[in-house]
């Protein structure tokens, strides 16, 4: 390939700081290092996360920075990476080599391939899926089907994957029970639709913004609930509609007091609750009883898949009906529109936007 080795000019969405749109600009891609790969990015999906980044989070070590890391692309394989001893182990999906090691609060590494106007920028998550071009390391990258629709599959690279796995690894849905889920963003439909392959019997699916029922009847949801319909606390609410509380809730706002609300939702005795939504500003808590008596409050990242084995299949799963993609998606846009895309998401009016790169 003629780019071998050399860097590449591309334009890519730089966000240089906190609460301030996105600029787009030629940037300087680097080659791949020992363990990395460079790609092209066909399609990205515009996550909650990268908004987090941007509003919420106000880390000005985290910027400037290129957001997205909601992909699919193409690349030529390389060598596999070395595993560390999370990767070889069963009962979890992080990884001593990803971004989250120790820079949560940066959501990004030091280390970087992007540059423009003379400074490094630093890649979101490691990955930076707002650009033409990235190069991320060989563990957050997976092969899946050749015939897969780049459009569609990079939403298993966060969302969907998140949500749907946070139901059926994290909490273990099982057949017949009930279950809540709290917000009805792409990640909280996405456990949704993990709760109905499972086969739950019921699910009641939470959110102040009603328009988002009707979208939650497709992926499974049988109940719905706004708590700014009722006066008592929606724990209350979600106690009297199912005889003492859910058997599974799962939290995908990225809320404190929200997370409170799924736990204290749960049935005493064996309920389980999930936190799902991400965030990193916040602390939360609850009142001891609630764990003594028999419930489990537990933490999903990334729906508890290991990316490597499971986005493929998830991917085959997508493309034999197994799981939906294409209902998630309420707009196309290209990257130049990436700010009205951002825009949104922030106001609610839509479920996952994708960005076409693609020319």
């Not at 730089?14 to 300087?28: R, T």
């Not at 199912?242 to 799962?250: I, K, W």
């Not at 490597?308 to 990257?335: C, N, Q, W």
Request: a neutral charge; aromatic letters at 8%.
């Amino acid at each position: 390939m003629a780019t071998v080795g050399k860097v590449i000019k591309c334009q890519a969405a730089v966000a240089w700081e906190p609460n301030v749109p996105m600029v787009i600009e030629e940037i300087e891609v680097a080659p791949p290092q020992a363990n990395e790969i460079r790609i092209k990015v066909i399609a990205t999906g515009v996550c909650h996360t990268d908004l987090y980044h941007l509003f919420e989070g106000k880390n000005k070590e985290g910027f400037p920075a290129v957001l997205g890391h909601e992909g699919a692309g193409v690349f030529k394989p390389g060598e596999n990476s070395q595993e560390c001893r999370f990767c070889k182990c069963p009962k979890t999906n992080l990884c001593d080599q990803s971004w989250s090691s120790d820079r949560y609060a940066q959501m990004s590494d030091t280390t970087t391939r992007f540059s423009c106007r003379g400074q490094p920028i630093l890649q979101f998550m490691g990955t930076s899926t707002f650009s033409e071009y990235t190069v991320l390391n060989q563990v957050a990258v997976a092969k899946i089907h050749d015939d897969a629709p780049l459009e569609r599959v990079c939403l298993l690279g966060c969302g969907i994957s998140t949500g749907y796995g946070a139901a059926i690894n994290t909490a273990k849905v099982c057949p017949g029970s009930v279950c809540a889920v709290f917000g009805l963003g792409a990640v909280g439909l996405a456990a949704v639709m993990g709760c109905k392959n499972a086969g739950a019997s019921r699910i009641i699916a939470v959110d102040i913004n009603e328009q988002k029922f009707e979208k939650a009847k497709i992926f499974g949801a049988t109940d719905f609930v706004n708590p700014k319909s009722h006066k008592k606390p929606i724990s209350e609410v979600l106690a009297e509609m199912t005889n003492g509380g859910v058997d599974f809730s799962m939290e995908c706002v990225g809320n404190g007091a929200v997370m409170r609300s799924a736990l204290e939702s749960c049935v005493k005795g064996w309920g389980v609750s999930v936190l799902v939504g991400w965030t990193d500003v916040q602390d939360f808590s609850a009142r001891p009883i609630q764990l003594i008596s028999g419930k489990t409050w537990k933490g999903s990242l990334f729906g508890g898949f290991k990316s490597k084995d499971s986005v493929p299949k998830l991917v085959l799963d997508y493309m034999a009906g197994r799981i939906m993609l294409d209902e998630f998606v309420t707009h196309t846009m290209s990257l130049d529109q990436v700010n009205d895309a951002v825009q949104l998401m922030k106001t609610g009016g839509c479920i996952r936007t994708i960005i076409n790169l693609s020319k």
